[in-house]
């Protein structure tokens, strides 16, 4: 462990920490920035009325139109001069958010990136390939500054380029790339279809560093197989820090969250209500060390589920499942709740597809339609007709199975489907436009 102090703290003392830092950071808010303080008396909380962990309730949330109301420094609690880095996150629609990091915020960001490379394995002996884009996006730098705690060579390569990525695997003997799931099958892809020449097992690749974006166990499969390395899973939002928020260790059983930065709890997504321990909903977070940027009752949208039971690796911090969807990606189809996770998974049992797809939702006339664009491999591509039609076929009835509503698949060529370099576009939603 990077720090077992705090990774293996008993979880009664991890409780004592967390309720002072808590004191601490809805405090520093109230008394250093004018938006929580009107936000906090208006509804009639005041950080004295805080005394234990219970009265997380009474706090009021914190949300992405928050962010986006106080563009670009206005969520700020420490004066410009203290702040020395900003990240910000593009979003689709309105303003971006952005992030500031006093020297110490920047400091916790390297320490828990560090902690989740210790955990998948890294030493001060590993070359880690910085393959997530470096600028306002949290992945490259923040992985960068990570891996340089840990004291392993880093490769500030940054997104794209594949065949550059190659040669440095090769050349500088990378042990560990750090990239999106979706960048990893492109980086296999390409292999196969432009280097076989290219053995990547016969390279000291053993592992890949991989988040940003949900994906499923399935997915994992595909990385390990193809790849012949192990593939770990890397979680973070900038609104909280960046990458590093919470990872899996060896065991693959769960990502363990910084519990001594970072505070968690589950809500249902529709009421706001606290859920107990064990059940799934929405991720609300509560930095509870940072200076520049505090997040309060963040509420993240990311639909997961908290565990305390003991992992073998001997960390005590509270696992949260994998991400495999938000509340906001949820679509609604003919008043039917779809995640596009479910659909990857059917499209990953069926056999001959390859792991890129694109969801394309539209409405004709009063009538939502969905069509699954998935690419199948070139075999089955080159085979007969009907060889095809049943496939296609296969996955529809599978789809409807599991969603509960029909969707059109179309099987495509290999290579296709718009490749991304960074996190993967795989719902259009033609009915917003
Ligand atoms: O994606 C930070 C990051 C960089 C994480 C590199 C891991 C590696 P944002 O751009 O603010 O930050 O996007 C945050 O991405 O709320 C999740 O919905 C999703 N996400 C991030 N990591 C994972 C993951 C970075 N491992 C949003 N699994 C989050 C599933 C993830 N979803």
Known sequence: MFNKEFEAMPVNKMKELQLERLKWSIRHAYENNP??????????????????????????????????????FGLFA?????VVRVHSSSGTTGNATVVGYTKGDVEVFAEVVARCLAAYGATENDVIQVAYGYGLFTGGLGLHYGAEKLGALTVP?????????LMLIKDFGTTMIACTPSYMLNIADYIEKKRPDYDIRKTKLKAGILGAEPWSEAM?????????????????????????VSCECQEKAGLHVHEDHFYVEIIDPDTGEVLPEGEKGEIVYTTITKEAFPGIRYRSRDITRLYREPCKCGRTLVRMEKVTGRSDDMLIIRGVNVFPSQIETVLMEAEGTEP?????????GALDDIEVKVEVNEKLFSD??????GLKRRI???MRSVLGISAKITLVEPLTIARSEGKAVRVVDKRKI
């Open 356 to 364: 890129h797809y694109q969801i394309i939702v539209d409405r004709k």
């Open 220 to 244: 994992r499969g595909e990385i390990e197989s193809r790849l012949g390395i192990q593939a770990y899973d890397i979680y973070g939002l900038s609104e909280v820090i960046g990458p590093g």
């Open 78 to 82: 420490v004066p410009l001069s203290k």
């Open 157 to 165: 390569i940054s997104g794209g380029n594949t065949e550059r990525q």
């Open 35 to 72: 938006f929580y303080r009107k936000k906090y008396d208006d509804a009639g909380f005041n950080p004295d009325q805080f005394k234990t962990l219970d009265d997380m309730r009474r706090v009021p949330f914190l949300t992405k139109q928050d962010m986006r109301g106080n563009y670009p």
């Open 384 to 389: 007969e007709l009907k060889v095809l039609d």
């Open 396 to 398: 529809e009835d599978r």
